[in-house]
C-alpha cells in the first residue's frame, strides 16, 4: 500500500530511488569523576579531539569539486572556525579542570549553556545557527567516544540512493553528493539551516522535518521525493513509479536549459536588452545570487542591519555590509533602498510613534525616517561612503508627496556635505530612485520623475495600497491580484511618466518575479526586472523568447479590459 509523507520542502527536483537509513544519534554521555592527577591527560584528550575534529573537517573540505559553488566550502570552513572559537575549545577545558569531569560530559555541559543562548535569539537565522553548534560538538563527542560516523563508514555504494537520517551536517551533504546520492531525507532541521541551503546550492531534491521518518521508511525500499512540494512516496506502483520518472526526465532537462542562460544576457528576441536584477535582503540570498547571472542588485533591504538584534548597526558596520555585495557584483550596480521601518517592523520599542491601529498606513518607511532624521542621515552617509568602493543607486521607500521627495533629497545634501567636509569619497553623482509603492506617487509619478534618476514599482504594497487589503492578512489574501484594472492601469501610467522624463523604470515587487505575469510586462513596457535571484534564470528564458512587438497589442488589451475573468484568459492566452 502506498504511504504518503509530508515534510518541510527545502531543495525541489524529484528523486527516486532506495532507502538507505543511518541509524546514528548523537552518542550517550555519561559523568566520570576524575583524580586530580588525571586532569592534565583528559584535558589534553579533549584538545586532541578537537584538533582531530578540525583535519576531518579539512579532508572533506579538500574532496569538494573545484567546480561547486564557494559557499560549500564556506559551510564547512564556518565549523572548522567555530572548533578555533575558545567557546568550544577552552571553555570544556575549564569545565574539565574545575569541576574534575570527563572530556564528553564538560562538553556537554558546555553544549547545554550554548544552547540556551541560541535559543534565546529572536532572529530565525541567527537561532537556527543552533543546528551548527551541535554538529560540532556532536562531531567531537563521536571522535572522543571513538565512534566517528560519517556516510563515508557504509560500505554499500551510496550512488542513486535516497539517504534518511536523523539530521545531516553540511560536511554529510558534501560527502553524500561526491557519491552521487538521489536526495535526502530527515527528521530535524527547518529551511534556514544550512544543511537545506546546501542542498538547494547542491541542487539535491531534500526534504527535512519529518519527525519519525526513520522508523516510518524501511531500507532498501524503493521511495520517491517530490521536493518542490515536500512529499515522500513509499509503496508506489509502476505506474506512478513511470509517471514520476517522466516528470523527472522533463524537470531534469529545464534545468538543464536554465543553467544554460546563467552566463547569457536577457534580450528579446527583437532586440531588446532587458536588465534583469536581483532582490536580497538575508546573508543565504547571496549565495544564489552569484550564481544568478543578475545584471545587479535592484532591491537591497536593509532592515536586517535594524531589527531583530541588539541595536541597529552604526555607520562603519552598515558600510562593511554594503561594501560586501559591492564586491560580489564585481562593478554591477547595487541598489540600496533606505529603511522600510515602521509599521510592524521597529527596532526601539521606545520609539514614540502615534499610536496606530493600521500601521501600514502609519509611521513607515521614509515617513519614519523623516521623523528620525539622525538614524537616516547615518544610513545615507553610509550607503554614499559606500559608493566610493562601486556603482550604487540609493532607493527611497513608500514616497507618497512631493514634500517628502523634496525632504529626502536635502538630507542628502547635507549628508554629501558632511562627508566633504571629513574628506570621505562618495560618488557625487548617486542616482537617486523612488520606490513606486502607494497609488498616489503612480499617480505623481511623471512630478517626482523630473527629480529622480529612476523609479522603481513595488507592486507587494502598490497592490495593498490600490486594493485596501492588508498583504499579511491572510482573510482578504484571496483579493490581492496583480491584474486587477486599477493595479495595471497604474503601472502603465508609471512607465509611461519614466519614458517621458526619460529616467528607468524598474520593477521589484513580486510581480516581477512570477512567470506569469512576463509577457504582459514586457509588452507594456518595462525593461527592468528585479526578483528575488532564485526565479532569475525563468524569467529571462520567457524574455529570450518573447518579441515585445508581438507583445504590444495583446498588453494594450489586457490594460484596457475590466472584466476579471476576460482579463485571466487574456493572460494566458498572451502566455500561449
Ligand atoms: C514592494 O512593496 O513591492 C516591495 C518590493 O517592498 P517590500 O516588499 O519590502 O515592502
Ligand atoms: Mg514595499
Given at each position: 500500500?502506498?504511504?504518503?509523507?509530508?515534510?518541510?520542502?527545502?531543495?525541489?527536483?524529484?528523486?527516486?530511488?532506495?532507502?538507505?537509513?543511518?541509524?546514528?544519534?548523537?552518542?550517550?554521555?555519561?559523568?566520570?569523576?576524575?583524580?586530580?592527577?588525571?586532569?592534565?591527560?583528559?584535558?589534553?584528550?579533549?584538545?586532541?579531539?578537537?584538533?582531530?575534529?578540525?583535519?576531518?573537517?579539512?579532508?572533506?573540505?579538500?574532496?569538494?569539486?573545484?567546480?561547486?559553488?564557494?559557499?560549500?566550502?564556506?559551510?564547512?570552513?564556518?565549523?572548522?572556525?567555530?572548533?578555533?572559537?575558545?567557546?568550544?575549545?577552552?571553555?570544556?577545558?575549564?569545565?574539565?579542570?574545575?569541576?574534575?569531569?570527563?572530556?564528553?560530559?564538560?562538553?556537554?555541559?558546555?553544549?547545554?549553556?550554548?544552547?540556551?543562548?541560541?535559543?534565546?535569539?529572536?532572529?530565525?537565522?541567527?537561532?537556527?545557527?543552533?543546528?551548527?553548534?551541535?554538529?560540532?560538538?556532536?562531531?567531537?563527542?563521536?571522535?572522543?567516544?571513538?565512534?566517528?560516523?560519517?556516510?563515508?563508514?557504509?560500505?554499500?555504494?551510496?550512488?542513486?540512493?535516497?539517504?534518511?537520517?536523523?539530521?545531516?551536517?553540511?560536511?554529510?551533504?558534501?560527502?553524500?553528493?561526491?557519491?552521487?546520492?538521489?536526495?535526502?531525507?530527515?527528521?530535524?532541521?527547518?529551511?534556514?539551516?544550512?544543511?537545506?541551503?546546501?542542498?538547494?546550492?547542491?541542487?539535491?531534491?531534500?526534504?527535512?522535518?519529518?519527525?519519525?521518518?526513520?522508523?516510518?521508511?524501511h531500507q532498501e525500499e524503493q521511495i520517491i521525493i517530490d521536493g518542490a512540494n515536500g512529499m515522500v512516496l513509499a509503496g508506489a506502483d509502476q505506474k506512478t513509479v513511470k509517471t514520476y520518472q517522466q516528470r523527472q526526465r522533463k524537470e531534469k532537462e529545464a534545468r538543464r536549459k536554465l543553467r544554460a542562460l546563467r552566463g547569457v544576457s536577457a534580450r528579446t528576441r527583437d532586440g531588446t536588452r532587458i536588465s534583469l536584477q536581483a532582490n536580497i535582503e538575508l546573508a543565504e540570498d547571496m549565495i544564489v545570487l552569484r550564481q544568478s547571472g543578475a545584471d545587479g542588485v535592484g532591491l537591497y533591504r536593509t532592515e536586517f542591519l535594524y531589527i531583530d538584534r541588539e541595536k541597529p548597526a552604526d555607520e562603519d558596520e552598515q558600510l562593511n555590509a554594503y561594501r560586501k555585495i559591492i564586491r560580489v557584483l564585481k562593478g554591477k550596480p547595487l541598489t540600496i533602498r533606505t529603511l522600510d521601518l515602521g509599521a510592524e517592523k521597529e527596532f526601539d520599542p521606545n520609539f514614540?510613534?502615534?499610536?496606530?491601529?493600521?500601521?501600514?498606513?502609519?509611521?513607515?518607511?521614509?515617513?519614519?525616517?523623516?521623523?528620525?532624521?539622525?538614524?537616516?542621515?547615518?544610513?545615507?552617509?553610509?550607503?554614499?561612503?559606500?559608493?566610493?568602493?562601486?556603482?550604487?543607486?540609493?532607493?527611497?521607500?513608500?514616497?507618497?508627496?512631493?514634500?517628502?521627495?523634496?525632504?529626502?533629497?536635502?538630507?542628502?545634501?547635507?549628508?554629501?556635505?558632511?562627508?566633504?567636509?571629513?574628506?570621505?569619497?562618495?560618488?557625487?553623482?548617486?542616482?537617486?530612485?523612488?520606490?513606486?509603492?502607494?497609488?498616489?506617487?503612480?499617480?505623481?509619478?511623471?512630478?517626482?520623475?523630473?527629480?529622480?534618476?529612476?523609479?522603481?514599482?513595488?507592486?507587494?504594497?502598490?497592490?495593498?495600497?490600490?486594493?485596501?487589503?492588508?498583504?499579511?492578512?491572510?482573510?482578504?489574501?484571496?483579493?490581492?491580484?496583480?491584474?486587477?484594472?486599477?493595479?495595471?492601469?497604474?503601472?502603465?501610467?508609471?512607465?509611461?511618466?519614466?519614458?517621458?522624463?526619460?529616467?528607468?523604470?524598474?520593477?521589484?515587487?513580486?510581480?516581477?518575479?512570477?512567470?506569469?505575469?512576463?509577457?504582459?510586462?514586457?509588452?507594456?513596457?518595462?525593461?527592468?526586472?528585479?526578483?528575488?535571484?532564485?526565479?532569475?534564470?525563468?524569467?529571462?528564458?520567457?524574455?529570450?523568447?518573447?518579441?515585445?512587438?508581438?507583445?504590444?497589442?495583446?498588453?494594450?488589451?489586457?490594460?484596457?479590459?475590466?472584466?476579471?475573468?476576460?482579463?485571466?484568459?487574456?493572460?494566458?492566452?498572451?502566455?500561449?
Amino acid at each position: 500500500m502506498a504511504l504518503i509523507i509530508t515534510g518541510i520542502d527545502v531543495s525541489k527536483g524529484i528523486a527516486i530511488g532506495n532507502v538507505h537509513l543511518l541509524k546514528r544519534g548523537a552518542p550517550e554521555v555519561f559523568e566520570h569523576k576524575l583524580k586530580k592527577n588525571e586532569i592534565k591527560q583528559e584535558v589534553e584528550r579533549f584538545q586532541n579531539a578537537v584538533d582531530e575534529a578540525s583535519n576531518h573537517l579539512r579532508s572533506i573540505r579538500d574532496t569538494i569539486p573545484q567546480d561547486t559553488s564557494m559557499d560549500v566550502a564556506a559551510f564547512i570552513d564556518s565549523h572548522i572556525l567555530m572548533l578555533k572559537d575558545s567557546m568550544l575549545r577552552k571553555a570544556p577545558a575549564g569545565i574539565i579542570r574545575k569541576q574534575r569531569c570527563n572530556a564528553e560530559w564538560a562538553l556537554k555541559i558546555q553544549h547545554d549553556k550554548l544552547i540556551s543562548v541560541f535559543e534565546q535569539m529572536e532572529d530565525d537565522y541567527l537561532r537556527t545557527r543552533i543546528n551548527d553548534v551541535e554538529h560540532v560538538i556532536n562531531l567531537i563527542q563521536q571522535i572522543l567516544k571513538d565512534q566517528l560516523y560519517t556516510v563515508q563508514i557504509d560500505t554499500q555504494p551510496l550512488k542513486g540512493r535516497i539517504i534518511v537520517a536523523d539530521d545531516l551536517t553540511p560536511a554529510d551533504t558534501v560527502l553524500m553528493q561526491t557519491q552521487n546520492i538521489a536526495g535526502f531525507i530527515t527528521e530535524l532541521g527547518g529551511p534556514l539551516s544550512h544543511t537545506a541551503i546546501l542542498a538547494r546550492s547542491l541542487g539535491i531534491p531534500a526534504i527535512v522535518g519529518i519527525q519519525g521518518a526513520r522508523s516510518l521508511l524501511h531500507q532498501e525500499e524503493q521511495i520517491i521525493i517530490d521536493g518542490a512540494n515536500g512529499m515522500v512516496l513509499a509503496g508506489a506502483d509502476q505506474k506512478t513509479v513511470k509517471t514520476y520518472q517522466q516528470r523527472q526526465r522533463k524537470e531534469k532537462e529545464a534545468r538543464r536549459k536554465l543553467r544554460a542562460l546563467r552566463g547569457v544576457s536577457a534580450r528579446t528576441r527583437d532586440g531588446t536588452r532587458i536588465s534583469l536584477q536581483a532582490n536580497i535582503e538575508l546573508a543565504e540570498d547571496m549565495i544564489v545570487l552569484r550564481q544568478s547571472g543578475a545584471d545587479g542588485v535592484g532591491l537591497y533591504r536593509t532592515e536586517f542591519l535594524y531589527i531583530d538584534r541588539e541595536k541597529p548597526a552604526d555607520e562603519d558596520e552598515q558600510l562593511n555590509a554594503y561594501r560586501k555585495i559591492i564586491r560580489v557584483l564585481k562593478g554591477k550596480p547595487l541598489t540600496i533602498r533606505t529603511l522600510d521601518l515602521g509599521a510592524e517592523k521597529e527596532f526601539d520599542p521606545n520609539f514614540q510613534g502615534p499610536l496606530t491601529q493600521n500601521p501600514a498606513l502609519g509611521l513607515r518607511a521614509i515617513r519614519r525616517s523623516l521623523k528620525d532624521i539622525d538614524l537616516f542621515k547615518q544610513q545615507l552617509r553610509a550607503i554614499l561612503r559606500a559608493s566610493s568602493s562601486g556603482p550604487v543607486r540609493i532607493l527611497l521607500p513608500m514616497i507618497t508627496s512631493h514634500t517628502e521627495l523634496v525632504q529626502s533629497l536635502a538630507i542628502l545634501e547635507r549628508a554629501k556635505e558632511e562627508l566633504e567636509g571629513e574628506q570621505y569619497l562618495y560618488d557625487q553623482n548617486i542616482p537617486v530612485g523612488a520606490m513606486i509603492e502607494v497609488p498616489a506617487a503612480a499617480l505623481s509619478a511623471h512630478i517626482f520623475a523630473k527629480q529622480l534618476n529612476f523609479m522603481s514599482i513595488g507592486t507587494n504594497d502598490l497592490i495593498q495600497y490600490t486594493l485596501a487589503i492588508d498583504r499579511i492578512d491572510d482573510q482578504v489574501n484571496y483579493l490581492y491580484d496583480p491584474l486587477h484594472p486599477s493595479v495595471l492601469k497604474l503601472v502603465d501610467l508609471t512607465l509611461r511618466a519614466g519614458w517621458r522624463a526619460g529616467i528607468p523604470v524598474a520593477m521589484c515587487g513580486e510581480m516581477a518575479g512570477d512567470p506569469r505575469y512576463t509577457k504582459l510586462l514586457l509588452g507594456l513596457g518595462l525593461q527592468e526586472f528585479s526578483t528575488h535571484p532564485s526565479n532569475l534564470l525563468e524569467i529571462k528564458q520567457i524574455i529570450n523568447r518573447s518579441s515585445i512587438s508581438e507583445l504590444e497589442k495583446p498588453a494594450r488589451k489586457i490594460l484596457n479590459t475590466t472584466r476579471p475573468t476576460r482579463i485571466d484568459s487574456l493572460v494566458d492566452a498572451l502566455n500561449g
